[in-house]
């Protein structure tokens, strides 16, 4: 026995050994591999889980981004309709202004128009009334029947050709 060494006390704890690890074997394979079966389970449950969810998330996204197509699309409609109304809305008050500001300008004109005629016809009287306050005068002065008869003819005259033909007719 060199280096004091037992070989039969070797080879009984190798036979030790061996039997050691065949029992635990025997005894502990079945749970070990039941509890990896169980667990590789779980894990591919969990990658199928995540894919099949990463799918769902997919279509709803491409769902959300028809949708938000639709709706962009649908704004912009909504916009040029809007963009019409405005537009149509803003023409017919500038036609209604522009109806209003014609009948508002005629009506100044027609205003105008009568006013004028109204100070020609004053002007005419007074014209009238010193015409006839002048030939008094004379009349008075120069009280002859000849002279009068001249005088008023001349009136009468003078009369028609500046009155115009609607007063003559009144």
């Keep these: 026995m060199p280096l004091n060494i037992d070989f039969v006390q070797v080879l009984l704890h190798i036979l030790n050994f061996v039997i050691l690890a065949g029992g635990l074997t025997l005894i502990l394979q079945k749970p070990v591999k039941k509890f990896m079966d169980e667990r590789k389970a779980k894990y591919e449950a969990i990658e199928t889980k995540n894919r099949e969810d990463a799918e769902a998330n997919e279509r709803v996204k491409a769902e959300y981004e028809e949708k938000l197509a639709a709706f962009d699309k649908e704004m912009a409609e909504l916009r ?21 500001a ?12 009568k006013r004028k005629d109204q100070i020609l016809e004053s002007a005419q009287t007074e ?17 002859s029947p000849e002279r009068t008869r001249e005088l008023y003819d001349e009136f009468l005259k003078f009369a028609e050709k500046n009155v115009p033909r609607e007063e003559t007719n009144a």
């Design 80 to 100: 040029l309709e809007t963009e019409r109304e405005a537009g149509n809305a803003a023409r017919s008050t500038i036609d209604t202004a522009k109806s209003e």
């Design 102 to 113: 014609a009948r508002i300008l005629k009506k100044a004109e027609e205003d105008a128009e």
């Design 127 to 143: 014209i009238s009334e010193l015409v006839l306050t002048s030939a008094q005068k004379l009349l008075a002065d120069s009280a």
